[in-house]
């Protein structure tokens, strides 16, 4: 039998810019700031030169276009190399101008007439708004986009602004963390940008020691004593012992930053071989040698049971776990252990404060009476029988939620859980959902199922929105009031990006079509022109999400998995 042999793909197969060059390279090797590079700390086969080709792209930029958006989730970092740029301070540039929604409740009236105003016709636009876009122009990258603003001079008298010159470096913290940007940065002349994607700064990172510790400098000085500020055990230090607290922090990643690009192949796996694959950030039985604060992603709180594993809950952004343990061997316990294993789930970003640390600006203080101190003892005491209760928990009362974590639904903020008993197959949620839409539902009734539940392929409005990675228009993007991940159509340009890297297949690419029917299509290539859809949560419906409202039976609910509790011998969640 013959056997078909291929090399396994690589990472510079794909490169971030299709149009670098060598030249290119070499010219970037003249700015101070690549020169300044020890080219010989890089290995052969992650050479500086190989980075800058394949990692980075260079961009020019006209008077306006914006570069990066307050709220976007970016996965790469900037360079400007030539012209000047705004950052926008406050009071923060309106959603309109940055190209996004604008979500209005319906009233009352318009609730009712939308019943029996539905179009018959599918995914209908107005043909006369498709390609006029004022706000969306088309730029030198192949098939990209960007949003530009129109009245520059009344941005800058409207809101307090700094400027950016040759050799700044802004985004890093954002695209490394995975978290919100900021800000938003227009180019206030033409300029010219090295953008380097994630894979790439994370090797700057770990092969040059000036460009770690301009990276480590600017997260501790902009992003690490507000999160461990906005930690409850920490919230209470002054600002001298707080920063003595962030000197002390390590930073440590675990797992793959792009998970969800391999998340459906991992679905293929044994469900029972799915921890095994996963980093673990500490061991069941090992020395508690700090606390563990997750900065970004999620992570597995699980116990030995016989031959396997327990999930017990999980850690999302702002959890921690290990106060507890130092705290007891603080009281003197010679015999203290973690009682958990802890694994990072596809990705995790996580901060880790020494034991001694703890100790002195937590527990030190215990016998003094401080008030801000005793908040630190009788957290760890609290979380002590919180742990306490899942570890009591029987594998049938933690059954829902392990496989919850194994497919990962614990990023949904917002999932659609059914219970199938109870649903009869009316179809009213979907009816509902048809109506508040215009004809066109948003989610399908059917998805992946746990005995009688079933999530339906429905938007979760994730903790960890992947599908805003990417967007060159930022047309997905969050809702300022409510969170929700929602998309403009009118910024939307067709491009896939979301679609293809939802996890769990809920946004989908339609062809929109005009009011008689007819396909819109574009006037070069004569293809229908391309919308992303997926369910908005019916931000603009006065009653909520109508799949829920309309449910006769009870049998849906929009659910937190860590916070939903599941009786169905009464309302049947």
């Keep these: 039998m013959a056997i078909t042999t291929q090399e396994r793909p690589q990472r510079w197969d794909q490169p971030f810019g299709l149009f670098m060059t060598d030249q290119d390279v070499d010219r970037l090797l003249t700015f101070p700031e690549i020169s300044a590079i020890e080219e010989s700390k890089f290995p052969a086969h992650c050479s500086l030169k190989g980075i800058l080709k394949n990692d980075a792209r260079v961009i020019k930029y006209s008077a306006g276009d914006i570069v990066i958006r307050e709220g976007d989730y970016g996965n790469s ?38 019943l029996w105003t539905q179009r018959k016709t599918p995914e209908v636009r107005d043909v006369k708004s498709q390609g006029q876009h004022s706000l969306v122009r088309a730029t030198e990258a192949l098939g990209s986009s960007q949003v530009f603003l129109q009245d520059v001079p009344a941005i800058l008298d409207k809101n307090k602004t700094a400027s950016l010159g040759k050799g700044a470096l802004f985004g890093e913290l954002a695209a490394l963390g995975r978290t919100p940007r900021t800000s938003t940065i227009f180019a206030e002349t033409d300029a010219e940008l090295l953008e380097i994607r994630w894979q790439g700064l994370r090797e700057f990172r770990k092969y040059d020691q000036g460009w770690r510790r301009l990276i480590d400098q600017r997260y501790r000085a902009n992003a690490l004593n507000a999160h461990l500020r906005a930690t409850s055990i920490f919230s209470h230090l002054d600002d001298k012992d707080l920063q003595e607290v962030a000197d002390a922090t ?5 797992g793959k930053f792009d998970w969800h690009l391999t998340y459906n192949k991992l679905q293929t796996k044994e469900k029972t071989l799915g921890i095994k694959d996963e980093p673990i950030i500490a061991q069941q039985g090992d020395y508690s040698d700090g606390i563990l604060l997750v900065r970004t992603g999620f992570a597995r709180v699980s116990i030995d049971r016989g031959n396997g594993q327990q999930t017990l809950t999980y850690l999302g952004t702002g959890d921690f776990y290990g106060a507890d343990e130092i705290f007891r061997a603080w009281q003197g316990d010679s015999n203290v252990s973690l009682r ?89 949620c979907v009816r509902a959902c048809s109506a508040a839409h215009d004809g066109n539902p948003r989610f399908i009734r059917h998805g992946k199922t746990f005995e009688n539940w079933m999530v339906a392929n429905a938007c979760m409005h994730c903790a960890d929105p992947v599908c805003m990675i990417g967007c060159p228009t930022g ?70 999400p109508a799949c829920v409202f309309a449910c006769p039976h009870d049998a849906m609910r929009r659910v937190d998995f860590r916070e939903t509790e599941l009786d169905e011998n009464t309302t049947g969640f």
Excluded at 363 to 372: K, N, V
Excluded at 479 to 499: L, P, Q, R
Aim: one cysteine or more; aromatic letters at 8%; proline letters at 3%.
């Design 250 to 254: 390590l930073f440590e990643t675990y």
């Design 340 to 428: 958990v294993t802890i694994t990072a789930l596809g990705y995790a970003e996580m901060l880790r404060v020494p034991s001694k640390i703890v100790e002195k600006h937590l527990f030190a203080y215990w016998s003094s009476g401080r008030e801000g101190f005793r908040k630190g003892a009788l957290q760890s005491s609290v979380e002590s029988r919180r742990m306490q209760d899942y570890i009591d928990r029987t594998l049938t009362d933690g059954a829902l939620l392990e496989w919850a974590v194994e497919e990962r639904f614990v990023n949904g903020t917002q999932a659609m859980l059914i219970n199938m008993d109870r649903c009869v197959r009316c179809d009213d």
């Design 77 to 114: 970092a900037f360079l400007v190399l030539d012209g000047s740029l705004k950052v926008v301070l406050f009071p923060g540039l309106p959603g309109e101008m940055l190209g996004r929604r604008t979500i209005r409740k319906k009233t009352l009236w318009q609730a009712f007439k939308q």
């Design 475 to 544: 047309a997905i993007h969050r809702s300022m009031s409510g969170g929700m991940v929602i998309i403009n159509d009118d910024t939307c340009i067709g491009c896939e990006t979301c679609a293809n890297s939802c996890p769990y297949s809920n946004i989908r690419m339609v062809s929109i079509r005009d009011d008689v029917g007819n396909f819109i299509t574009d006037p070069q290539n004569q293809k229908p022109i391309l919308k992303a859809t997926k369910c908005d949560l019916c931000a603009d419906q006065i009653s909520g």
